[in-house]
Nanobody, 121 residues
Framework: QVQLVESGGGLVHAGGSLRLSCAASGRWFSINDMDWYRQAPGKERELVATITSAGAANYIDSVKGRFTISRDNTKNTVYLQMNSLKPEDTAVYYC???????????????WGKGTLVTVSS
C-alpha cells in the first residue's frame, strides 16, 4: 500500500529549470535515504543525488552546482531542483526510497516509475 508518486518532468530548453518531486505515499514506519537516479537512452542508470534522513546530500559531479536535492520529512517527499539544464541531462529520472512501511518488519528499497526529462538544445 506504499508507493512513490513522482511529478515535475517535462520538456525544457537548455538553460531552463525543472523541479521534480517524489512523494512516498502510504504509511511508513521510517524512511531512510531518498535518492534520484536517471537513465539516458542507451546508457546505464546512474545515481544523481542522494539525501539522508538528516538532510546530508551528495551529488554526481556532473550536476554539482546545478541540482539541489531536498526533502520534507513531514510530507515524506523528496525534491530535485534542476537548474541550468543541459541536453545531456535528458533522461528518465527515478526516485528511490529506502524505508520501512508499517506493515513490514524491515526496510527495503522502493522505486518510482520514472518521469521523463527532456532538455532541447
Amino acid at each position: 500500500q506504499v508507493q512513490l508518486v513522482e511529478s515535475g518532468g517535462g520538456l525544457v530548453h537548455a538553460g531552463g529549470s525543472l523541479r521534480l518531486s517524489c512523494a512516498a505515499s502510504g504509511r511508513w514506519f521510517s524512511i531512510n535515504d531518498m535518492d534520484w537516479y536517471r537513465q539516458a537512452p542507451g546508457k546505464e542508470r546512474e545515481l544523481v543525488a542522494t539525501i539522508t534522513s538528516a538532510g546530508a546530500a551528495n551529488y554526481i559531479d556532473s550536476v554539482k552546482g546545478r541540482f539541489t536535492i531536498s526533502r520534507d520529512n513531514t510530507k515524506n517527499t523528496v525534491y530535485l531542483q534542476m537548474n541550468s539544464l543541459k541536453p545531456e541531462d535528458t533522461a528518465v529520472y527515478y526516485c528511490k526510497v529506502n524505508g520501512r512501511p508499517y506493515s513490514l518488519g524491515s526496510a527495503r528499497d522502493y522505486w518510482g516509475k520514472g518521469t521523463l526529462v527532456t532538455v532541447s538544445s
